[in-house]
């Protein structure tokens, strides 16, 4: 573990590598952001990330980290039952708020050669969230070109969580996503209005452009933006295959999660200037594609939506597992 940088606050932000001679990882104790992971033998990272801190306090808040308690938006920045959440994206609340998960130090409980332990423990009332909450993030490299998370949260009240990491993937040299494709087996996904909140209707991917079951192109190219949910099970599950990306120079990473949604952003907006991502040079659209296991959108408002709202005493555990080959 060595010091990564300080904060505009002055606080300290640790970065811990993970190896096992096929896969190097970085994590970072703001936000467990997973900042670079470097397959041997490939010259370029396969991940968005930045050697910069002071990228992560502006337009790359969300990369790589762990967002939440509850990841993608909340209508109306509120919860059931009344309590009020922090609105940051208009009237709705974007993955837990503007002081979420993602901009707060994490503690290192446990760390070895090819795995860390962090845990985030959130007064009751932090944003406006129900607690207090405590969540553990094990990253682990688990054998040969793959990485796994184990997310586990509990709570002291009754509150929903669903957390998500925040990776955004590209499997190119290039600055983009030209050249890669895309696969999905969700048969359905969340339509949402303008706002991106879902409308809560879930049609059939068929015939439609969010049909990824075979395969699409994704990126520049597409011609379609994308920043929507496709919904892979009606519930949390054992771990399964959740997508497949594969970029134009042979490099292919299967996704497997547990949770019953994937969110897939584009990033056709994207622009990191001033700060430099990995590559050196400033990340501008398409540079990655966000991959966010999650629950449905909104499903605090949406009773038909898979729920997850988690009591005292229990614990709400989510896996997913990048592996990589080429």
């Not at 209508?75 to 979420?100: D, F, M, S």
């Not at 134009?248 to 952003?265: C, D, F, I, R």
């Amino acid at each position: 573990m060595k010091t990564f940088g300080t904060l505009s606050d002055g606080r300290t932000v640790e970065e811990i590598t993970l190896s096992d001679g096929s896969l190097t990882a970085r994590v970072l104790t703001l936000g467990a952001i997973l900042r670079d992971v470097r397959l041997a033998g490939v010259a370029f990272p396969l991940t968005l990330g930045s050697e910069d801190l002071a990228a992560y306090e502006g337009p790359m808040a969300y990369h790589g980290a762990i967002v939440g308690p509850v990841a993608n938006r909340i209508a109306g920045a509120a919860l059931p039952g009344g309590a009020r959440l922090v609105a940051n994206q208009g009237p709705n609340t974007l993955h837990g708020g503007p002081k979420g998960m993602h901009g707060r130090l994490w503690s290192v409980t446990d760390r070895g050669r090819d795995f860390v332990t962090l845990r985030l423990d959130l007064p009751d009332g932090v944003e406006g969230w129900p607690g207090p909450q405590s969540h553990e993030a094990t990253y682990r490299i688990a054998g040969p070109g793959a990485l796994e998370l184990v997310l586990c949260s509990r709570t002291d009240s009754p509150c929903p969580v669903g957390p998500a990491q925040h990776g955004y993937w590209r499997l190119g040299p290039g600055p983009d996503l030209t050249g890669h494709r895309l696969t999905i087996p969700a048969e359905r996904w969340t339509e949402v209005d303008r706002a991106l909140i879902p409308t809560g209707a879930c049609p059939r991917v068929e015939g439609s452009v969010h049909d990824f079951r075979r395969g699409r192109v994704i990126g520049p190219e597409a011609g379609t933006r994308y920043d929507h949910n496709y919904c892979l099970a009606d519930s949390r599950r054992p771990r399964a295959f959740a997508a497949r990306l594969e970029g134009p120079v042979g490099l292919t990473m299967t996704l497997s999660t547990t949770e019953p949604g994937l969110q897939v952003y584009d990033a056709a907006g994207a622009d990191t200037a001033p700060f430099a991502g990995l590559d050196g040079q400033p990340y501008g659209p398409f540079a990655g594609l966000a991959l966010e296991p999650q629950f449905w959108p909104d499903f605090p408002h949406q009773p038909e939506f898979p729920q997850n709202v988690l009591t005292p005493g229990a614990v709400s555990r989510q896996e997913t597992r990048w592996s990589f080959s080429r």
